[in-house]
């Protein structure tokens, strides 16, 4: 059953209902003492008339101030969050069908933990998940996302919470071994996602001597370099890593990399690209978005973070 929350972020509800109220009364005030003054026409009425003027405005000035400081936001729970499932291990189901990974347990300290809301998960594909954003079928997106600006002028997005890198996975007895032994073959991405972006680029690069099979899935896309079809999947780090240990055929393409020309603490395989990850947001959900922002420190702050964390990639 859907409920409707009225949460209130800083100064509380009582100060936005108070400045609501109040500023809508001043105007009458205003008027009221002007017809005063100029009916009695004696110098005592005016001198309180401007005192209250003066005394409204400084209450005004304050309560403009306490506006800024509060964020009133409605909330419909439970709060939907659109994702793309699965992406181990940010997101995917155990044999008896419970959702785990890191988004979600990112999602279960930020919106239960710090907030007190009610949330849940709405499988969704990712290269249709920020238009379904923008139609209202979720509230936010929490999927494994990087903060672009193509994206962020249809979203607003989060601080980050992940640093992520997009990388190569090609079998390990195959012919591949440097970037440039990819010119002419064939590359499996997801698609919508930036690591099918750094593979038009590097098709760029080649000319166009280069094919991309874009899949619904990432796990369309090794199961096509399982089977021979693709030559290398390119996608992000840590969900390649995921397949690099649970199978000894495919390894991560070696290198240094973009990572390493930023002076990152760059890992030991090829890094295409550095990005970060952000929780999506429509752009008219700034209060919500800003909450969101401070319960997200919070976890962080309390080392909430860095136990999921610890839990998915240590």
Known sequence: MNRRTFVTSGAGVGAGLLLAGCTGQSGDDEGESTETTEESGSDETTEETTTEASEETTAEASEETTAEDSADYEVEEPVVIGSDIPYNPFEYRT???TLVGFDVDVAEAVFAEEMGL?????????????PSLNNGNFRLI???????????????FSEPYFTAYQTVAVLENGDIESLDDLQG???AVQKGTTGEAATEELQSEFDGDLSIDSYDQISGAFNALLNGQAA???????????????????VFLEGEGEAADQGDDAPDYLTLTVEEYGIAFRQDDDAFRQAVDEA????????????IYAEYFE
């Open 95 to 97: 044999e008896d069908g």
């Open 118 to 130: 009610e949330y849940e998960f709405e499988q969704t594909g990712f290269d249709t998940i920020i």
């Open 142 to 156: 929490m999927s494994a996302m990087t903060i672009n600006d193509e994206r962020a002028q249809q979203v607003d």
């Open 185 to 187: 073959q064939t590359v």
């Open 232 to 250: 290398a999947v390119i996608n992000d780090n840590t969900v390649n890593a995921q397949y690099v240990s649970e199978r000894d055929s495919v």
């Open 296 to 307: 997200l420190a919070a976890v962080r702050e309390s080392g909430r973070y860095d136990e």
